[in-house]
Every structure is written in C-alpha cells, then in structure tokens.
C-alpha cells in the first residue's frame, strides 16, 4: 500500500534544509509503516528503535546529549555500520524518553547529516507534559488515514485514479458508477491502513467491521492508559456522542448531548486530550468569511468529527446492505457521513484554513468554508432530496465570493462563479 506521504519525504531528503522530522497522528494510521516503506525504498539500510520497549536504549539517550557516543551505543546494539547519507535511524514512539526528544535538537544543531524520522502517537504524548515538541529544530509531518484516492490505490484502481488526478471531467463521466460504488465502500472501510489491508484481501465488510471493532478497542485503551483517570468517563461520552451530534439536523455540538446541564468548563480537559491525540477533530464556525479566517473564529461553536469515516459508520451501525439502496447512504442519517467524509479529505488536502459558517440567526449554513490561497471558497455539502441549496444563495448574495462551491453526485460544471464538483472529486477545490 503507498502512502502518497512517501512524496513529501522524498522531498524531505533532498531538502539541504534538512531537519529531524517528527510524523505525527493518531494510533492505527501507518506511521512506522510509512517510514519502515520509505527506509526500505530509499536508504541501504534502516534501524529502528522502539522507545515504548527497548531498556537499552532509552538508558542510551538519558545519560547525555553526546550524539557520537549515542550513535556509537546504536551500532554495538543493533549490530550495524550507520552510514549518515546511506541509513535512515528511526525513533518509534520518541515521545515515550523525553531525552530522546531532546537530542534531535543536537542532531539538528551538530550532526545534520543523519537522516532521522521520529514518530509519535499523539495519546501518549500527555505523558510527558513537561517535553514539548522542539520547536525550530524539527520538521513535522501529519499522518492521516488513507484518503479516496489512496483508497483507490490500494485498490488497484489506477484508471480511476488518473481520471481524478487529471480533473478531466470526460473520464469523471464516463466512470461515474464506478466513482460513486468505490465511494460506497470508501464510506463502510475508511482509511484506516489495517481495515484497508483488509477489505483489499477479503472483501468482506463483515471482516472490516472486526478489524474498526478491534481498532476502537485500541483506542479504548489508550485513553484508558494515558488520560487522567477523572477523565475517562469524559472522553467516553465526547466520544459516544459524534454519531448523535453528526446526524442532528444543526450538527453543532451541544454539551447537553452528554449530560442535561453539562457546561463547557466541566469537559474541557477531555475534548482537549481527545483532539490533541487526533482521535477526534474539531471544526471551528467563523462569523464572517474574510481573510485571515481565523480572525473570525468563534471559539464557542464547533462540530466535532471522527478522526475515520469507517469508525464513524461502524458507531453509526451502516450495514452493508445499505450498498442495495441506491446512493441514499450519502444523504441519510441527515448526511452525517458525507459531512464527515468531506471534512476528512478537505483536512489532509492542504494547510489551508478550514472552518464552517452560520449567518447570526442561525438560519442559512455554509458546511466548509476553505481559504486555499487568497481565496475564501464556501463549499456546500447536500446531497439530500432537497437541493435548492437556500444557504449557499444566502451567502453567495451577501459576500460575492469569486468562487463557490457545489458538491453533489452529478457531473463537473461551472457556471459563473458557481462550480459544482462531483463528491468523490473534492480535491480537486485546491485546483479551483
């Protein structure tokens, strides 16, 4: 399975500003893998140290900062020759010895030579409260589950990968079926590299929904684990509640879903834990859609997203014979799972800006709001029977925007500053 990450470390290692780089994400999205696979393709030889359970080495780190004793202390452990140019050194789990995090500021600053990839799974970060992240003396990298298109790849689907890669909407018609069946799966597996693995050697839905079970287990236990014990019941409930929260008609989220008189205070720490270890996502509502966007941000409104459509679907209880009843999986359950699966493409698509927007009275709804360049573009997301879109009008008039958004099941087209964009081609907004 390729990662279209192994792009940016390819540029990574060119890069004569060259840094440590820290991949950072959520538990169960392919960080070792993605580094062991860049390792295995690019360098003659690859060593990786798993902090989480070697002794030795995080005895190695601890003592000092001296980076050819520690590199030394690698070679006689792991019984190999690093060659800085030829070996990629790997810290799994870095976050696990503070000390160990602090070196790649010695590395960076007296050796820059070693290629190093540091990687961290962000639920046990809060561990080591008192060791940020170095800041200035790193490169970072987020690693999010598999997106569409990487869906596609890992499906061997090339030819409807290149049609979407090339925006050419004559293909984008001529395998519409095709498009919208993939995306039907999409929505059951996600992205999840394990459940891809999966669906990609069974395709059996009832062994996906396994393999999510046994993920949401995982994630289970690490909050279990690492989080402060008065704050479990918290995170369990935050979490229990996204399927509700997403279905609702207003998809904002309520403290009252957890509890009747809940206050914001109370939850804080929980949604914090949870969102810093990318569990869930946090979507933010602006008042008005000017740039710079976040000058606009209401902090008090927002709507919370899984970090995985294939997780939410499998909270939600999709069946898979669901896949019989034409498309209406894209507008059921108010189009919780279209939103999300939006939301998890727009997220990995770029560094661009990324909010929702109400006008003051609540009554007209821009699902994204996406600022790619010098453009803020509203991209409206029903997909449901009723598709006079009122509130992309309703913004459309009152803020002229260059460009607006339309994502339905039918073909490209743009007319006037109106574009509408097939759903499974939502990339693509990066191009407009």
Same mark, same amino acid.
């Given at each position: 399975?390729? =990662?279209?990450?192994?792009?940016?470390?390819?540029?990574?290692?060119?890069?004569?500003?060259?840094?440590?780089?820290?991949?950072?994400?959520? =538990?169960?999205?392919?960080?070792?893998?993605?580094?062991? *696979? @860049?390792?295995?393709?690019?360098?003659?030889?690859?060593?990786?140290?798993?902090?989480?359970?070697?002794?030795?080495?995080? =005895?190695?780190? !601890?003592?000092?900062?001296?980076?050819?004793?520690?590199?030394?202390?690698?070679?006689?452990?792991?019984?190999?020759?690093?060659?800085?140019?030829?070996?990629?050194?790997?810290? #799994? +789990?870095?976050? !696990?010895?503070?000390?160990?995090?602090?070196?790649?500021?010695?590395?960076?600053?007296?050796?820059? $030579? %070693?290629?190093?990839?540091?990687?961290?799974?962000?639920?046990?970060?809060?561990?080591?409260?008192?060791?940020?992240?170095?800041?200035?003396?790193?490169?970072?990298?987020?690693?999010?589950?598999?997106?569409?298109?990487?869906?596609?790849?890992?499906?061997?689907?090339?030819?409807?990968?290149?049609?979407?890669?090339?925006?050419?909407?004559?293909?984008?018609?001529?395998?519409?079926?095709? %498009?919208?069946?993939?995306?039907?799966?999409? @929505?059951?597996?996600?992205?999840?590299?394990?459940?891809?693995?999966?669906?990609?050697?069974?395709?059996?839905?009832?062994?996906?929904?396994?393999?999510?079970?046994?993920?949401?287990?995982?994630?289970?236990?690490?909050?279990?684990?690492?989080?402060?014990?008065? $704050?479990?019941?918290?995170? =369990?409930?935050?979490?229990?509640?996204?399927?509700?929260?997403?279905?609702?008609?207003?998809?904002?989220?309520?403290?009252?879903?957890?509890?009747?008189?809940?206050?914001?205070?109370?939850?804080?720490?929980?949604? #914090?834990?949870?969102?810093?270890?990318?569990?869930?996502?946090?979507?933010?509502?602006?008042?008005?859609?000017?740039?710079?966007?976040?000058?606009?941000?209401?902090?008090?409104?927002?709507?919370?997203?899984?970090? #995985?459509?294939?997780?939410?679907?499998?909270?939600?209880?999709?069946?898979?014979?669901?896949?019989?009843?034409?498309?209406?999986?894209?507008? *059921?359950?108010?189009?919780?799972?279209?939103?999300? @699966?939006? @939301?998890?493409?727009?997220?990995?698509?770029?560094?661009?800006?990324?909010?929702?927007?109400?006008?003051?009275?609540?009554?007209?709804?821009? &699902?994204?709001?996406?600022?790619? &360049?010098?453009?803020?573009?509203?991209?409206?997301?029903?997909?449901?029977?009723?598709?006079?879109?009122?509130?992309?009008?309703? %913004?459309? +008039? %009152?803020?002229?925007?260059?460009?607006?958004?339309?994502?339905?099941?039918?073909?490209?087209?743009?007319?006037?500053?109106?574009?509408?964009?097939?759903?499974?081609?939502?990339?693509?907004?990066?191009?407009?």
């Amino acid at each position: 399975m390729r =990662r279209f990450a192994l792009d940016k470390l390819l540029e990574w290692k060119a890069s004569k500003k060259r840094k440590p780089l820290i991949v950072r994400g959520a =538990r169960q999205t392919g960080k070792t893998r993605l580094a062991h *696979d @860049f390792g295995s393709s690019f360098f003659g030889n690859t060593v990786r140290i798993g902090f989480d359970a070697d002794s030795v080495m995080n =005895r190695l780190f !601890e003592k000092d900062h001296d980076i050819q004793r520690i590199i030394s202390g690698i070679e006689v452990a792991y019984k190999t020759k690093i060659d800085p140019a030829g070996t990629l050194l790997i810290f #799994d +789990e870095i976050q !696990e010895v503070p000390a160990a995090l602090d070196s790649l500021k010695y590395f960076y600053e007296n050796a820059p $030579e %070693y290629h190093i990839i540091a990687t961290s799974s962000l639920p046990v970060v809060s561990k080591h409260i008192g060791s940020p992240f170095p800041v200035g003396t790193s490169d970072s990298l987020e690693l999010y589950p598999l997106s569409f298109k990487e869906f596609l790849s890992a499906l061997g689907m090339n030819n409807l990968l290149e049609g979407l890669n090339e925006n050419d909407p004559e293909l984008s018609v001529i395998f519409k079926n095709e %498009y919208i069946d993939r995306l039907k799966e999409y @929505f059951f597996v996600g992205g999840l590299p394990e459940a891809v693995n999966d669906f990609v050697k069974n395709r059996d839905f009832g062994s996906v929904r396994e393999v999510q079970n046994k993920i949401l287990r995982v994630y289970e236990f690490d909050y279990l684990k690492f989080a402060p014990n008065k $704050e479990v019941p918290k995170i =369990r409930a935050i979490l229990g509640s996204i399927p509700a929260g997403l279905v609702k008609e207003n998809k904002k989220f309520f403290y009252g879903l957890l509890k009747k008189g809940a206050r914001a205070g109370e939850y804080e720490t929980a949604l #914090d834990w949870l969102s810093g270890s990318r569990l869930i996502h946090k979507l933010s509502r602006i008042s008005k859609p000017h740039m710079p966007l976040n000058t606009y941000e209401d902090l008090k409104a927002f709507k919370l997203y899984m970090n #995985d459509i294939g997780l939410l679907s499998y909270m939600i209880g999709l069946d898979a014979s669901a896949f019989l009843k034409g498309n209406s999986v894209f507008s *059921d359950f108010n189009g919780a799972l279209t939103e999300q @699966f939006l @939301f998890q493409q727009l997220i990995q698509s770029g560094n661009m800006p990324l909010y929702y927007w109400t006008n003051d009275n609540g009554n007209a709804e821009i &699902d994204f709001v996406v600022q790619p &360049d010098i453009n803020v573009i509203p991209i409206d997301a029903k997909l449901s029977k009723n598709l006079n879109a009122k509130s992309l009008k309703v %913004y459309r +008039e %009152y803020f002229k925007p260059e460009t607006a958004v339309r994502i339905s099941l039918s073909e490209y087209k743009k007319q006037d500053s109106l574009t509408t964009l097939p759903l499974y081609a939502i990339e693509e907004v990066n191009k407009l």
